[in-house]
C-alpha cells in the first residue's frame, strides 16, 4: 500500500515509525515531514492544507491511504473534499469528516454533544461579544480558579485558568472585544473547574466499531510542578496508573460507548481517532475535551506501545472491518520527554544545529521541530524533540530517556526534569 502522511511534528514521526513497519507497506510519503520522517519515507514540500496540491500528489503518485496528523486540515474539510471528488472518493482518508472534528473545532459543539448524551462533563456557558457583561456576570457565580476556553482553535493555548475573578473578567473581554485568539474566540466557553487528575484516551473508529488504544497522561506546562505557560505538550507517560483500576471501566461505559453511539444517533459518521482529555474527580471520569486527532506527545508513547499492525488497523477503518482487527498492547511503561527550544513557548530562535543524535541507545527519538540542513540537523520548532524510552515502570523508562537527553546538545535546549511527578 502507498500511505501519505499530512504532518511535521512527532506525531507524524512517530506515525512514519510505527507504518514503516508494516508488512502492508509498498511506499511512504509524508508531507511536509521533518528530519526524522525522512529516515523513514520520502518528504514532500506540500502544506497540509493545501488541498489542490495535495490532490495533484496523490493522482500523480497512486497513493491509496491518506493520514491526516494534525487539526486543522480536518476541521478545514479535508476527508470532504476526497469524498466529494471522483479522482479522490476511492482512497482512503484517516481522519473524521468536517462535520465530525467539529467535537475539536467548536467547544460548544462538543459540550452540547456530551449534555445530550449524558456524558460527564463540567457546568458550562458559552458567550460572544454581544454577551460579555452576562459572562462576567456568570463568573461572578462561579467560585476560583476560572476556566475560559476559545471556542475555535488556538493552537493548544485558547484554555486559560486564571485565580482571580477580576483576572477572569479581564481576559473574557480581552478574548470576545479584542479577538485575542482571533477568530477562535469570537465565542468563548467558561465552565467550572474540576479538580483532579488529567488523562488522554485514545480511541479509533471506523464509524461503527471501535478499537480503544493505550491511555496517556500529557504535561502541557512549560515549567517543572506544572507552572508557567501552557505548551503543545512537554512529555507523556502511559500507561496511566491509577487508569488500571475500575477507572477505565467507568470510561469506557461512561464515556467511550456513549460517545460513539451519540455519534451515530446524531447521524455523524466517524473514521479516525478520538483524542478524549479526561479528568479523575475522586474516581469519576469527566470530559474536558474531544480531539479530532491524536495527541502529540501522547502519540510518541502510545504508538510504541501498540504491538499491532497500525497500517492493519488504519485499513480496516477505511473497509469499516476495524471489529475483526486485534489490538495487542505492550505491557512495559513507554515515557517521552520533550526537548524545546529556549524562550517557547514565547520567543524563540531557529536553526540551531543538534548534535549528538547517533549516540542515544535504548531510546527512540522522534523529531518535532526538526529541518535537514544537507547531513546536518537543526532545529525548525519550539518543540524539537522527544525521547522516548521503554521500562518495567515509569521509573525506569524516564530515567533511561533522562540519560539518553544528557547525550544531545542544541543551544539553549531545555526539557522539563519532573514528567510523571504526580504519579508517583
Avoid at 65 to 90: C, H, Q, T, W, Y
Avoid at 139 to 168: F, R
Avoid at 372 to 400: F, I, W
Amino acid at each position: 500500500m502507498k500511505v501519505l502522511i499530512l504532518g511535521s511534528g512527532g506525531r507524524e514521526h512517530a506515525f512514519a515509525w510505527k507504518i514503516a513497519q508494516s508488512s502492508h507497506l509498498d511506499e511512504l510519503y509524508i508531507a511536509p515531514g521533518n528530519a526524522g520522517t525522512k529516515e523513514l519515507g520520502t518528504n514532500v514540500n506540500i502544506s497540509v492544507t493545501d488541498f489542490e496540491a495535495i490532490k495533484t500528489f496523490v493522482i500523480e503518485n497512486a497513493i491509496e491511504m491518506v493520514v491526516v496528523g494534525p487539526e486543522d486540515p480536518l476541521v478545514l474539510g479535508i476527508s470532504d473534499f476526497f469524498a466529494a471528488d471522483d479522482a479522490l472518493k476511492g482512497v482512503y482518508v484517516i481522519g473524521p469528516n468536517k462535520e465530525a472534528a467539529q467535537l475539536e473545532g467548536s467547544k460548544d459543539f462538543a459540550k452540547e454533544f456530551m449534555m445530550r448524551h449524558n456524558i460527564p462533563t463540567a457546568k458550562y456557558k458559552t458567550f460572544t461579544k454581544d454577551t460579555l457583561e452576562e459572562g462576567k456576570a456568570f463568573l461572578a457565580s462561579l467560585t476560583a480558579p476560572y476556566v475560559l476556553k476559545a471556542d475555535g482553535l488556538a493552537a493548544g493555548k485558547g484554555v486559560l485558568i486564571l485565580p482571580t475573578l477580576e483576572e477572569a473578567q479581564q481576559e473574557l473581554e480581552s478574548m470576545l472585544s479584542d479577538a485575542k485568539f482571533g477568530d477562535a474566540s469570537s465565542r468563548v466557553v467558561i465552565e467550572e473547574f474540576l479538580t483532579g487528575v488529567e488523562m488522554s484516551t485514545f480511541v479509533l473508529s471506523d464509524g461503527d466499531g471501535f478499537k480503544v488504544l493505550p491511555e496517556a497522561k500529557d504535561y502541557k506546562r512549560i515549567g517543572e510542578g506544572d507552572t508557567g505557560l501552557n505548551t503543545g505538550g512537554m512529555g507523556a507517560v502511559s500507561p496511566v496508573p491509577f487508569a488500571a483500576s475500575g477507572f477505565s471501566d467507568k470510561v469506557l461505559n461512561q464515556v467511550i460507548i456513549p460517545t460513539i453511539k451519540g455519534l451515530k444517533a446524531d447521524g455523524i459518521e466517524y473514521k479516525g481517532f478520538i483524542f478524549i482529555g479526561l479528568i479523575n474527580v475522586k474516581g469519576e471520569p469527566f470530559v474536558i475535551e474531544y480531539n479530532c486527532r491524536m495527541g502529540d506527545p501522547e502519540t510518541e508513547v502510545v504508538l510504541p506501545r501498540l504491538k499491532s499492525d497500525l497500517l492493519d488497523l488504519f485499513e480496516g477503518v477505511g473497509t469499516q472491518t476495524l471489529s475483526e482487527r486485534d489490538v495487542e498492547i505492550d505491557p512495559r511503561t513507554a515515557t517521552t520527554v520533550m526537548m524545546v527550544s529556549g524562550g517557547y513557548p514565547e520567543a524563540y530562535e531557529k536553526g540551531k544545529a543538534i548534535y549528538g543524535l547517533n549516540a542515544v541507545q535504548d531510546s527512540i527519538v522522534f523529531h518535532a521541530g526538526t529541518k535537514a540542513d544537507g547531513p546536518a540537523v537543526t532545529t525548525a520548532g519550539g518543540r524539537v524533540l522527544a525521547v522516548t524510552s521503554y521500562g518495567k515502570d515509569m521509573e525506569s523508562a524516564l530515567e533511561k530517556s533522562y540519560e539518553n537527553i544528557q547525550k544531545i546538545e542544541f543551544e539553549k535546549s531545555y526539557y522539563r526534569k519532573d514528567i510523571g511527578f504526580d504519579l508517583k
